[in-house]
């Protein structure tokens, strides 16, 4: 079956602008997370769902980082306002229990 | 909260040498322990879990994993690497109980020369 996708694979942009990032978990799986990964670091948790539940949000760096999950389906992070501290790869990851599967990752480069 | 230190950031071994990869974990409740793998260019992939019972728990690819309670450590072993085993790899601690977020080290990155 089908695993975690997310798009775009690369994202180059401008200091100041806005980006948007895609995580379509596997089908089934109720929990999403978001974690970045920064050039020589371990991954920093961002945020996750769980059902309809409120998310957690205690990992989200700054008030430009939000998230969105539509049910138990696609998940946007977005970032507003870029800064080049924000290029990092950006996992999402999902999960029926105990167990998380990541996607490939999106990475940011913020110029 | 919940805390990983991987002591080596960088191992260099020989192929067909055996290697372990060092994991320390800080947790005031109980916690599952996890190690995950990276190749290059490629998203993270589960090597081994410790959910309970028995504390030696092997994984893909060979590798194995002894989760010390009193030494909180949960150290990854192989006793004979690959070329192929070239990666990076990341000890990972979450709390017991829903579906909390991992916490991770900052990873050891394991280059097997010929």
């Known amino acids: 079956g089908a695993g975690v996708s997310q798009s775009p694979s690369n994202k180059v942009t401008e200091k100041g602008k806005d980006v948007e990032l895609r995580c379509d978990p596997i089908?089934?799986?109720?929990?999403l997370y978001w974690y970045r990964q920064r050039l020589g670091q371990g991954l920093e948790f961002l945020i996750y769902?769980?059902?309809?539940?409120?998310?957690?949000k205690s990992g989200l760096p700054s008030d430009r980082f939000s998230a969105e999950r539509t049910g138990e389906s696609v998940s946007t992070l977005t970032i507003q306002r870029t800064q080049q501290e924000d290029s990092a790869v950006y996992l999402c990851a999902s999960s029926p229990n105990n167990e998380q599967f990541f996607g490939p990752g999106t990475r940011l480069t913020v110029l | 909260a919940q805390s990983v230190t991987q002591l080596d950031s960088q191992v260099p071994v020989f192929e067909e040498a055996p290697v372990e990869l060092r994991c320390n974990y800080s947790?005031?409740?109980?916690?599952?322990l996890f190690w995950y793998v990276q190749y290059p260019n490629q998203g993270l992939q589960l090597l081994l879990k410790?959910?309970?019972?028995?504390?030696l728990v092997k994984g893909i690819n060979g590798f194995e994993a002894e989760f010390n309670k009193s030494q909180t450590s949960f150290h990854l072993r192989k006793p004979s690497v690959h070329i192929s085993d070239t990666a990076e790899y990341f000890c990972a601690v979450r709390r017991q109980g829903g579906s909390e977020k991992l916490v991770f080290g900052k990873g050891t990155k394991l280059t097997v020369n010929p």
């Open positions: 089908s089934g799986h109720t929990a």
């Open positions: 947790s005031s409740v109980s916690v599952y």
């Open positions: 769902f769980q059902g309809n539940s409120a998310p957690d």
């Open positions: 410790y959910l309970s019972g028995s504390t």
